[in-house]
């Protein structure tokens, strides 16, 4: 994010992808309830907050090589 530089290492690009993982995830779950699959969406929400974990754990062993921000 500083100087407008982005930076290329594995990890912030893993950790670039949490917005895009997120509204996909959204999309999905609501192209679901389109499609005819009732439920409430209070019993799938949870699905989100798995999502975010995954993205973390990969962002966590993703390798910092080259990492130029702060
Ligand atoms: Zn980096």
Request: charged share 15%.
């Amino acid at each position: 994010m500083s100087n407008g530089i982005k930076c290329r290492c594995e990890r912030c690009a893993v950790g670039g992808l949490m917005g895009p993982v997120v509204l996909i995830t959204l999309g999905a779950l609501f192209l679901v309830g389109k499609m005819g699959w009732r439920y409430d969406f209070g019993d799938l929400w949870p699905v989100l907050l798995i999502v975010i974990g995954i993205v973390k754990i990969v962002e966590s062993m993703a390798s910092t090589e080259g990492h130029t921000g702060s």
